[in-house]
């Protein structure tokens, strides 16, 4: 079994089309085998501790561990089955216990604490420094410097988390994967776009029913928000989203069993447990440990200030969708589920178009070639259709070369489908090392959620793609070109590895300006049935409306942000104040819009507590002041003429992109701006510059 075991062959690419549930827990338990034999080698004392007897043979062994898992962990976020979720449970505690006694391990500590002390270090490249530097923080922050019986208690709160965030996230999927809304009679969807309305029939049909089938999935449950004329339907959507996974949901065929609730105080007690276990008042002061922020206070009153800034924007968005709501929808009180409506009437009719309207212009291949020329024109590299296996039919797989030299690959999972998590995100399935001649190129995974082609009279649609969805497959890429494009040799500092958590947003938000440039947009535009590329007019509409509700779609953000931060910060999850009181606090002082009572979007919000942003969710408003700060130097190399910009895009590639982790962020940060960064590119940028 093992010899013939895909997960235990590292020769090249994952073989998604081999790997099977069973073949899960021999190859971790292999792999924990042969880390933990490396592990007791490399405790047995040394003369001269360095990084070629040390270092290198840790990093080799745990490299592969945590390859393999990532497979694991990667399908079982894309292709959910009962078999996988099973094994997937099953060894999460083992790895987690490896893991968490590795960065307890004293003997090993001693040995990069020796290690940078010794005359060695002096000698080693920056990134082998930083690499070392990282270690000796992670060793503390795991609990190594822990009295005994301590660092058994941390041992079992690593464990205890791991479990409930995966349960966390099962919730979710299970609670979005059960919903399904029947609407029987066409007319009940009027305002519905007739794509919108295909995908619901084919759903239907799936399912052997008659009618219109809609889902939780966002292309599928957004649409009647967005554009159902019927109140009452967007209504029963907005309720199932918003208390999916809660004490409050209906319409779910096992609500008890998928409420998060309890899970969220478990969550938010381990991790209060595990700062006091290391010495910090409060989780957040933990969180901010390896990030750019110097403190909570400080990220507080950094989105405080951003609230105060956007609040009279904000207000006068609200103010103008009230009074248009209650003039020309009749709509006297503007509910939650009234707000997306009404918000796109009143672009439509101050802008004279519709997101329907430009989502015409953005099929699926179009899209995808404009992206891969810019990226090409920007970084002088190729991409090219390259193979491999894979885990759904729909996966694609690509190459990036440089002068015929390959330098990353990538796997794109467009289209949501059940089985699979919702959102979008990066990740890495490799990191780039070297070692002589021998290079290690990195991969990633590209995953979104989009609305998959429809089948018109049997033949397949190209999908198509609202502005917004170009926005986040922009976004995604970003990541994958921060990850693909590096030039560090060193594995623990290449790519995304240690880039600070509030900073590795900032070549994903770089990108997403690019989905604003006419010369970007013409060349990656076509209408589904005239091939036409977007007109001009209809540009200089959607550039008039880019900021259209910006002040409260920040508000939003920072609301998110700061519930994010109290909760991890001055929250007692022991106390009998509930996490829904911390919740309605926040949004009293900052929130213009308050939900429903009945609103738990808490119980689903993944990214804090199954994503990794516990007491980070902040990062992405503070790497958008970075990113709008760096794209306001290509608008100012732009002014000059295109040998400025094609210049600029060589600096951001270098001092940026390149560069990964092996150096603080805010050093490469202001060697690509020649100073440090500003808050008043952003302000422009979402209009809320005074």
């Not at 270092?55 to 080799?60: F, H, K, R």
């Not at 490799?430 to 089948?455: H, I, M, W």
């Not at 397949?460 to 976004?475: G, K, M, Y």
Request: hydrophobic fraction near 40%; glycine fraction near 6%; charged fraction near 25%.
């Amino acid at each position: 079994m093992t010899e013939q075991n895909p997960l235990l062959d590292f020769s090249g690419l994952p073989r998604f089309d081999a790997i099977k549930a069973e073949h899960v827990t021999p190859a971790i338990d292999t792999l924990l085998a042969q880390s933990r034999a490396v592990v007791s080698q490399l405790e047995a004392p040394q003369e001269q501790v360095s990084w070629d007897n040390f270092v290198a043979p840790l990093e080799q062994a745990t490299e592969l561990l945590g390859r393999a898992w990532g497979i694991v962990s990667h399908l079982n976020n894309v292709v959910d089955t009962p078999e996988l979720r099973a094994t997937y449970n099953e060894n999460q505690p083992k790895v987690t216990e490896f893991w968490t006694a590795l960065g307890q391990n004293e003997v090993l500590f001693a040995k990069y604490k020796a290690l940078r002390a010794s005359a060695e270090f002096a000698t080693l490249s920056p990134a082998r420094q930083r690499i070392i530097d990282n270690a000796v923080r992670d060793f503390r922050m795991g609990g190594a410097e822990l009295p005994a019986e301590q660092k058994e208690r941390y041992a079992e709160i690593q464990e205890q988390h791991a479990a409930v965030s995966t349960r966390f996230s099962e919730n979710v999927l299970d609670a979005t994967n059960d919903f399904k809304l029947l609407v029987a009679d066409e007319a009940d969807l009027a305002g519905v776009p007739a794509d919108v309305k295909a995908a619901a029939r084919a759903a239907a049909e799936k399912d052997g029913k008659a009618g219109y089938e809609f889902s939780l999935h966002f292309p599928s449950y957004f649409p009647l928000l967005q554009f159902a004329d019927k109140r009452e339907l967007r209504e029963t959507i907005y309720r199932a989203n918003a208390t999916k996974a809660s004490d409050q949901a209906e319409g779910f065929s096992k609500k008890e069993d998928w409420d998060n609730t309890a899970n969220i105080v478990t969550l938010l007690k381990l991790r209060d447990e595990e700062a006091k276990l290391l010495g910090y008042r409060n989780f957040a002061e933990v969180s901010l440990v390896p990030k750019m922020a110097q403190s909570p206070e400080q990220v507080i009153s950094f989105l405080e200030d951003l609230a105060q800034r956007a609040r009279p924007y904000a207000q006068q968005d609200l103010d103008e969708l009230k009074q248009f709501a209650r003039a020309e929808l009749g709509l006297d009180e503007l509910k939650a589920w009234d707000i997306p409506y009404a918000s796109e009437k009143l672009q439509e009719r101050r802008y004279a178009f519709s997101a329907q309207e430009v989502k015409q212009y953005f099929p699926e291949p179009k899209v995808v070639d404009g992206l891969f020329r810019l990226i090409q024109r920007l970084f002088n590299v190729e991409i090219k259709t390259d193979s491999a296996p894979v885990w759904h039919p729909d996966v694609r797989f690509f190459r990036i070369e440089r002068a015929g030299k390959l330098i990353g690959q990538f796997y794109l999972d467009l289209y949501a489908r059940a089985g699979k998590s919702g959102g979008a995100w990066m990740d890495d399935a490799r990191g780039r090392r070297a070692s002589g001649d021998k290079v290690q190129t990195p991969v990633a995974y590209l995953t979104c959620n989009f609305t998959e082609p429809a089948v018109v009279d049997g033949v397949a649609q190209p999908s198509l793609f609202t502005h917004d969805e170009v926005i986040t497959l922009f976004h995604e890429f970003g990541h994958g070109l921060h990850h693909m494009l590096t030039v560090v040799d060193e594995l623990g500092v290449s790519g995304i590895s240690g880039v600070e958590w509030d900073a590795v947003e900032l070549p994903s938000q770089f990108m997403e300006n690019f989905c604003w440039e006419w010369d970007v947009l013409e060349h990656m535009t076509a209408h589904a049935t005239t091939g036409e590329p977007l007109p001009r007019a209809l540009y200089d509409k959607m550039l008039a409306a880019k900021n259209f509700q910006s002040g409260l779609q920040t508000l939003r953000q920072v609301e998110f942000s700061l519930l994010d931060m109290h909760l991890h910060y001055d929250y007692d999850a022991n106390g009998s104040q509930s996490v829904q009181a911390v919740i309605d606090g926040v949004r009293q002082q900052f929130a213009l819009i308050i939900p429903p009572a009945f609103n738990r979007f808490q119980n689903s919000f993944g990214h804090i507590f199954a994503g990794g942003y516990a007491a980070g969710y902040y990062s992405y408003k503070w790497a958008e002041v970075l990113s709008a700060d760096v794209y306001a130097a290509f608008e100012e190399a732009q002014a000059i003429s295109p040998a400025a910009t094609a210049e600029t895009g060589k600096r951001y590639l270098e001092e940026i992109l390149s560069v990964g982790g092996s150096r603080p962020a805010l050093e490469s940060f202001t060697a690509f701006r020649g100073r440090e960064p500003s808050i008043d590119a952003l302000l422009r940028h979402s209009g809320m510059a005074a």
